[in-house]
């Protein structure tokens, strides 16, 4: 019997089972007092946008925010205790996590101080967030064998391109836009967190099968001691689960940037680190959807002064359309479930 202090590559699958329930277990006994906090040291609540939907102004007003700090520091923990944080790959994964959970703490708190849907300018979250990607691209590829280090490969053929120098700034844009993607979601109560949870789940099934050679029988490569990413995104699938439990319509706390910012972007380093970031635009299809709806939006407006969408993001447009936001949040938690079954066929 293995030791549950082991970090040998074998005992994977029972750390990533451990940190998942730990991650859920803490959250839900926790989350109670943390909401209560937040409320007690909140006065009114994230402040709720005056462009988006009516109905929110009502439902929503004086829910407090910062509740992504629930997910961060459950899972923080649970990669302590069964991840093995010496490897370049978690302490990377961890230190985004810390960098841009900071960075949308901050937005999240002069938000709340000032009452003010906008706190931090979008260029100074920018800078912060391609910094923290810059950094982070440099260390994956130093642990990444040089043959695969700047390749990029598609799913379900056996194709691959060398990127070259390419790639850096390709990774930067795929990290920080889906820290970006992510946080435009968390719009909806359940509704972020919910597929976060989901894709996660996935890449921890990916994480398994890039990081043992045994199994790897795909176009994808073998990417030594990237098997431990499947802890890191096993924790972070149950702080997320965990979340939910408080987040569910009517939520008692919002994820907020906190969150957002944060989890978006470990799961952009994940699919940087598993080779994988062409199927996180597959697998995490609505993020996607949400972020161009609101390109889409912005350009045809500013050509013809009207808008293409009733609302964005487009989950705004559903709500417009006169779909409940339940009706909205499952929807799009089943369109995210069978985009990552279609994702995952790509290992077969």
């Not at 009114?44 to 829910?63: A, F, M, N, V, Y």
């Not at 635009?281 to 972020?291: R, S």
């Not at 500013?302 to 909205?328: C, D, N, Y």
Request: charge should be positive.
């Amino acid at each position: 019997m293995w030791s549950v202090l082991s970090y040998a590559p074998e005992t994977v699958p029972y750390r990533a089972v451990m940190a998942f329930v730990f991650a859920l277990v803490l959250s839900l006994l926790t989350g109670g007092r943390l909401v209560e906090f937040l409320k007690g040291h909140e006065r009114g609540g994230q402040p709720i946008r005056g462009d988006g939907p009516q109905s929110h102004l009502e439902t929503k007003k004086g829910t407090p925010t910062m509740g992504g700090l629930l997910i961060l520091g459950t899972s923080l923990l649970a990669m302590l205790l069964f991840a093995n944080v010496k490897q370049h790959f978690v302490w990377i994964s961890m230190l985004v996590l810390v960098v841009y959970g900071a960075t949308g703490f901050a937005d999240d708190y002069v938000k709340v101080k000032k009452q003010t849907p906008n706190a931090m300018t979008a260029k100074m979250k920018l800078f912060i967030q391609f910094m923290a990607a810059v950094l982070a691209v440099n260390v994956i590829a130093a642990a990444t064998p040089n043959s695969i280090e700047s390749r990029l490969y598609i799913p379900y053929t056996d194709w691959s391109f060398e990127l070259s120098w390419v790639y850096i700034p390709f990774a930067v844009i795929v990290i920080s836009g889906a820290s970006n993607a992510v946080n435009l979601s968390d719009g909806l109560d359940g509704l972020a967190a919910g597929m976060l949870a989901i894709v996660f789940a996935v890449f921890m099934v990916f994480a398994f099968a890039t990081g043992y050679p045994a199994f790897n029988e795909t176009a994808f490569p073998y990417v030594p001691k990237s098997a431990e990413m499947a802890v890191v995104c096993a924790a972070l699938a149950g702080g997320c689960v965990g979340f939910l439990w408080f987040n569910l319509k009517k939520a008692r706390v919002f994820m907020g940037d906190t969150g957002s910012l944060a989890l978006g972007a470990v799961l952009g380093v994940a699919a940087v680190i598993l080779k994988h970031e062409l199927l996180l635009a597959i697998v995490g299809i609505v993020f996607v959807a949400e972020t161009v709806s609101v390109m889409i939006q912005v350009l045809y407006f500013k050509k013809t002064g009207k808008r293409f969408f009733r609302m964005a993001p487009i989950h705004h447009h559903f709500e417009q359309l006169g779909w409940s936001e339940v009706k909205v949040v499952y929807t799009f938690w089943a369109v995210t479930a069978a985009a990552s079954v279609a994702g995952l066929l790509s290992l077969m």
